[in-house]
């Protein structure tokens, strides 16, 4: 098996696109196609643009997680909003998206972990997540055969795993189907701006013209923002993952201590990845940024391995052009799939990690590997507004945990573009919040 996404996978959303829409949505990752969805639901005309495949970023290179557990507090509800819109888009869109509430653990191996644990439950009290602290003879019971050695762990029986590579190209047909008409090869070069406000968005393929238009470009969302002089505080970092062929399924959900994670997944293997470590290249906007970063940067939840330059053509890469007109190719167009390069020597170890703690299993065939860009944002947490643009929305920095709740956030996009109450409060997500003197809060590591 090749990872599945990439430019090798023919065009199935062929274009051209339409001249005009009543909303226009800038790539077609889960928060790009879930919007699109909503709004369609509401009766509204959304075209989404997307440079390179479906899904071919992040959205279907991640774990396949879908977990409230973990979650800011701010985030939880619309999390828990997305578990349940999950299961609706499983029922409604006749499409198997890989959905099975399996359950997900993290895996305490000190005390110092229950503690963390504890300290996230005491700020979700009261949400009504049924995430529990576990001992480490239930952790036994509830991963027969493991031989990670713990003392205890959190468990959310409710929380899901989906298939990312098959779900998001499901939803996306699912919302053709509701008239949502989507674009592949197609990158949004630059807003067309009229009397200071959107009036549509000129794209490799020509104008579209429209009165709103969503930013959820991923790891491209600030390139494309500072373009239009609007700051968005956004670096990458790589992650790397494999996936195990077929063995024998020893424990159906998913899983993670401090070092490795691991989730069945619905073609008999196991996906596998560090749980917390990235590699970070600095850029211009890392030292743009630096101010913005520092407080987690003393944390060093990522970026534990520094590097000195990105590879040719990446968001933040030396030689990538900041500054483009509309009738002249764009970073966009020049990086349709941004498909880092995995780090094979962490992901043997990775391996080796697996196969001690289910030796069980026995040898899994074939793994294949691949790594995904992670936007993050200074605080940990997504921008979900409306933009200093009349017209303009964003919904971007997902910081690494924007699949399961991708439903979620498309359905408040919808909302707050129909000029609706989006039905969550959405203070935390601000853009003004990196401009305004806000004291940033880092988002939990539970
Ligand atoms: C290794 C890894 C593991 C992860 N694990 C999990 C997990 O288990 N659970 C979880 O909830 N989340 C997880 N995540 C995070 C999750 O995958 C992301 O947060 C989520 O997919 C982000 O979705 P998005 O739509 O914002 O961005 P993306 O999926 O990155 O989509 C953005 C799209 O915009 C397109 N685009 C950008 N600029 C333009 C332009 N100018 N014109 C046209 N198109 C453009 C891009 O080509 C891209 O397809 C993980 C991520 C990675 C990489």
């Not at 576990?134 to 031989?147: D, F, M, S, W």
């Not at 674009?183 to 807003?191: F, G, K, Q, T």
């Not at 700051?231 to 790397?240: A, K, N, W, Y």
Request: charged share 20%; aromatic share 8%.
């Amino acid at each position: 098996m090749t990872f599945p996404i990439g430019l090798h996978r023919p065009v199935e959303h062929p274009g051209p696109p339409p001249a005009s829409a009543d909303v226009v949505i800038i790539g077609a990752g889960i928060i790009g196609v879930m919007t699109a969805w909503y709004l369609a639901e509401k009766g509204l005309r959304a075209v989404v643009v997307e440079k390179g495949r479906v899904a071919g970023e992040q959205s279907s290179r991640n774990w396949g997680w879908i977990r409230q557990m973990g979650r800011d507090p701010a985030e939880l509800p619309i999390m828990m909003e997305a578990n349940r819109l999950w299961r609706d888009l499983q029922a409604e869109t006749a499409e198997d998206l890989g959905l099975v509430q399996c359950g997900l653990t993290y895996l305490a191996r000190r005390r110092g972990d229950m503690d963390r644990f504890a300290r996230w439950l005491e700020a979700v009290a009261g949400s009504g997540v049924d995430s529990r602290l576990l001992t480490a003879e239930q952790v036994r019971g509830l991963l027969p055969g493991c031989e990670i050695p713990v003392v205890g762990g959190l468990h959310t029986a409710s929380d899901m795993r989906a298939e990312p590579w098959v779900a998001v190209p499901a939803l996306a047909r699912a919302a053709t189907a509701r008239g949502v008409v989507i674009v592949e090869n197609c990158a949004a070069r630059v807003l067309d701006l009229q009397a200071g406000r959107v009036a549509g968005v000129w794209t490799e393929s020509g104008h579209i013209a429209a009165p709103e238009v969503l930013v959820a470009g991923g790891a491209w969302s600030s390139l494309f923002l500072r373009r239009h002089g609007v700051g968005l505080p956004q670096l990458s970092v790589r992650s790397s993952v494999m996936a195990t062929g077929p063995v024998p399924e020893a424990f159906a959900g998913g899983a993670a201590d401090d070092d490795l994670a691991f989730r069945r997944r619905q073609d008999g293997g196991y996906t596998l990845a560090p749980s917390d470590e990235h590699d970070f290249w600095i850029g211009p906007d890392a030292f743009r940024h630096l101010r913005a970063f520092l407080p987690q940067l003393r944390m060093a939840p990522f970026g534990r391995r520094y590097r000195a330059m990105a590879p040719k053509g990446f968001p933040d890469a030396w030689g990538t052009r900041r500054s483009w007109r509309a009738d002249e190719e764009t970073p966009f167009e020049a990086m349709r799939v941004l498909n880092p390069a995995p780090d094979m020597r962490r992901l043997a170890q990775v391996q080796r990690r697996f196969a001690q703690a289910w030796p069980g299993l026995g040898p899994a065939s074939s793994p294949v590997a691949w790594a995904g860009m992670i936007d993050v944002l200074p605080d940990e947490v997504p921008v979900a507004d409306r933009a200093p643009l009349p017209g303009l929305s964003i919904c971007t920095g997902m910081c690494g945990h924007g699949f399961g709740i991708g439903p979620g956030f498309g359905r408040i996009m919808a909302d707050l573009i129909a000029g609706r109450d989006p039905g969550h409060d959405l203070g935390r997500f601000r853009l003004a919040r990196f401009s305004d003197g806000t004291r940033l809060q880092i988002g939990p590591h539970a």
